[in-house]
């Protein structure tokens, strides 16, 4: 089954402590972007990537990193996390550039 | 930057009638317009996209049309149905890469 994963699902976590979020899809996709949702604000993107080793800043990128080392993974790591990064994020993938994006389940993470 | 204005906020529709969301961008350079619903606790799904080049796509009761000129671009959905009922979100994008959200619709369809 084609599809994007994401892990976890659910973390709360206290500030300056170091996590990361991982993502990985299935469908041999070039491209993949990180995104997170919160209310009334829609949903802003953080990093994205053409492909493997290849990664550019969204609209948000402050206080995130990424990589792609793999086609296949692309992990959102917080190097030190601050109650303004709670909330929902989401990892997408698409065949090519961002035409399409076929979006995961969500990672809901909460800073204290 | 680029920005994305999307109205209305929220929309209450009887089952059956239409429902009309707008959109409009700010960088004339936009090339690209995707459209996504989110139900309640789920992840956004892809529901329809145009690209620059064409004024008009049609998906059975979903179409998306665009006008340069003005810089905005609409999602209509004809003979609402109950399951209609959700966020939905518009997207502009120069280049295919960066991807920028409009703030959401609330679609209320009331049987």
């Known amino acids: 089954e084609a599809q994007v994963t994401q892990n976890p699902r659910y973390l709360i976590t206290v500030t300056g402590k170091k996590l990361t979020v991982t993502c990985s899809q299935n469908?041999?996709?070039?491209?993949m972007s990180w995104y997170r949702q919160d209310p009334g604000l829609g949903l802003r993107q953080i990093y994205y990537s053409m492909n493997v080793e290849v990664t550019d800043k969204g609209d948000v990128p402050e206080g995130y990193k990424v990589s792609r080392k793999e086609k296949r993974n692309f992990p959102l790591i917080l190097e030190s996390p601050s109650p303004n990064q709670t909330s929902l994020y989401f990892c997408?993938?698409?065949?090519?550039?961002?035409?399409?994006?076929?979006f995961g389940p969500g990672t809901r993470l909460t800073v204290l | 930057g680029e920005n994305v204005e999307q109205h209305p906020s929220t929309l209450s529709v009887q089952e059956g009638d239409s429902a009309v969301i707008k959109c409009t961008y700010s960088d004339s350079a936009s090339n690209y317009f995707p459209w996504y619903k989110q139900e309640l606790g789920k992840r956004p799904q892809l529901i329809i996209d145009?690209?620059?080049?064409?004024g008009e796509k049609k998906d059975q009761r979903i179409a998306v049309t665009l006008n340069k000129t003005a810089k905005h671009f609409s999602l209509h959905i004809t003979e609402t149905q109950p399951e209609d009922s959700a966020v939905y979100f518009c997207a502009a994008s120069g280049g295919y890469n960066k991807l920028i959200f409009g703030a959401g619709t609330r679609l209320a369809v009331h049987p």
């Open positions: 469908m041999n996709h070039e491209y």
């Open positions: 997408a993938s698409s065949l090519s550039n961002g035409l399409g994006q076929f």
């Open positions: 145009i690209r620059s080049n064409v």
